[in-house]
Structures are given as structure tokens and as C-alpha cells.
């Protein structure tokens, strides 16, 4: 599977925006790029995912490249609550992947929001 | 709506011993993944299955080993603990896989596992 590199950690100031990078040089045409965060003491959420169009959602917004080489994840005003570690990851699709599904977590992201 | 249920929540238990953790998905999510979370390693997956049949399987051994019911609730089970096994088990479910990748998976809070 495709890998994807992201920073080891970042701050930011509560209500500031926030973007978060995520670099997947060896992406293929047909992989999804997937962003979930992990609260403390808590599972994997959710936040957005895209494949090639810019997407926005309640939580967030998701930039991706021209070329599909990166992505930023964009909190639009970090709150406390933000706080957690925020992973990236491609998800293939396509012929062989018949009812497969697999997400491969890298170490992801720890943002830490400064009151 | 309810999200994913695991229990129980905390568990200990001493080598040699063996373990069964539970899974309630989303209702109406008919896929349900395990994942093994440790300092270390980090998030690793251990299976999936859907319509009550494992369609894949990470690279852990054999005392690792899952199911699912009609109802597609879940259960995995290890077996002859050792040290190493102590982590947090996450579950996580999704709809009827059409286009998986336009899926996202639903994570439950997870059964955080010691082993004296």
C-alpha cells in the first residue's frame, strides 16, 4: 500500500486555522485519501476523505494537490477539543479489493492547541 | 444513533490465559475490522470480516482469531496470552462495502487489555 508521510506533531492557538500536511508521493489514480484524528482514550474518528476534488464537511475542510501528491487537512478554528493525534491515510479501491477493507495508520500528527 | 459497542471496556488477565472480546457495530454497517493499538506499533490490523466471513487478515499469528454472527455483531478471541498481547483492541464497522474506499470506518472506544 501506498505510504504517506506527515510531520510528528504541531501547536496551534485556540480559534486560529489549522493545516495539517500530509505528503503520498507514490499515491495511485484510483487510492482515496482518508484523514481520521484520535482523541485521547478514545478510538479512530472520522473527519473527512476525498479523491481528487477539494471537500469540505462540518468538521473540516481537505485540500488535495493538482497532481494528488499531497493533501492538507484544514481546521478552520482549532478548539481545545481538536487536540489529538490526526493520521492520514490512502485507501485503495479497485478489482482485487472485493470485499476488503484495510486501513494501514502511520504515526500521524499530535497537535497540541494552546489556549 | 448508537455508535460501535465494545466490552468490556478494561480487562486483565495473566499469561497462558486465553480472552474473548465483543463488537456491537452500527446498525445496518455490515462490515466490522479489528485493530490492535500499541505504544510501539502503533495501529495494526487484524481482520475483517463481512457477512460473517473473514475477507482479510492482517499478519499476527494464529492465537489471534475472530467471527461474526448473522446480526453481524463480532468476537475475537485470543488464545495462550502472552506479555506482548497487552494493548487496546479497537473495533471498527462499516456500511455493505459497494465502493469501500468512499466508506469510512466507525471506530468504538475500545477493550484496553492487561496481562499480568
Known amino acids: 500500500d501506498a505510504k504517506t508521510t506527515q510531520p510528528n506533531s504541531m501547536e496551534s492557538n485556540e480559534e486560529e486555522p489549522v493545516h495539517l500536511p500530509c505528503n503520498h508521493s507514490?499515491?495511485?489514480?484510483?487510492?482515496?485519501i482518508h484523514w481520521y484524528r484520535q482523541l485521547p482514550s478514545q478510538g479512530p474518528e472520522y473527519v473527512i476523505h476525498?479523491?481528487?476534488s477539494n471537500v469540505n464537511n462540518r468538521m473540516a475542510s481537505l485540500a488535495i494537490a493538482e497532481d494528488r501528491k499531497s493533501s492538507t487537512l484544514i481546521l478552520h478554528r482549532a478548539t481545545l477539543r481538536d487536540a489529538a493525534v490526526y493520521y492520514c491515510?490512502?485507501?485503495?479501491?479497485?478489482?482485487?479489493?472485493?470485499?476488503?477493507?484495510?486501513?494501514?495508520f502511520g504515526k500521524g500528527t499530535k497537535l497540541s492547541v494552546i489556549p | 444513533k448508537a455508535g460501535v459497542t465494545q466490552t468490556p471496556r478494561y480487562l486483565i488477565k495473566t499469561r497462558g490465559q486465553q480472552v474473548t472480546l465483543s463488537c456491537s457495530p452500527i446498525?445496518?454497517?455490515?462490515?466490522v475490522s479489528w485493530y490492535q493499538q500499541t505504544p510501539g506499533q502503533g495501529l495494526q490490523f487484524l481482520f475483517e470480516?463481512?457477512?460473517?466471513?473473514?475477507?482479510n487478515k492482517g499478519n499476527f499469528p494464529g492465537r489471534f482469531s475472530g467471527r461474526q454472527f448473522s446480526n453481524s455483531r463480532s468476537e475475537m478471541n485470543v488464545s495462550t496470552l502472552e506479555l506482548g498481547d497487552s494493548a487496546l483492541y479497537l473495533c471498527?464497522?462499516?456500511?455493505?462495502?459497494?465502493?469501500?474506499?468512499?466508506?469510512?470506518?466507525?471506530f468504538g472506544d475500545g477493550t484496553r487489555l492487561s496481562i499480568l
Open positions: 446498525s445496518g454497517h455490515r462490515s
Open positions: 507514490t499515491i495511485s489514480g484510483t487510492d482515496y
Open positions: 471498527a464497522s462499516s456500511l455493505v462495502p459497494g465502493d469501500r474506499s468512499n466508506q469510512p470506518q466507525h
Open positions: 470480516y463481512f457477512s460473517e466471513t473473514q475477507r
Open positions: 476525498g479523491l481528487t
Open positions: 491515510i490512502l485507501s485503495p479501491t479497485g478489482p482485487g479489493r472485493a470485499g476488503s477493507y484495510q486501513l494501514t
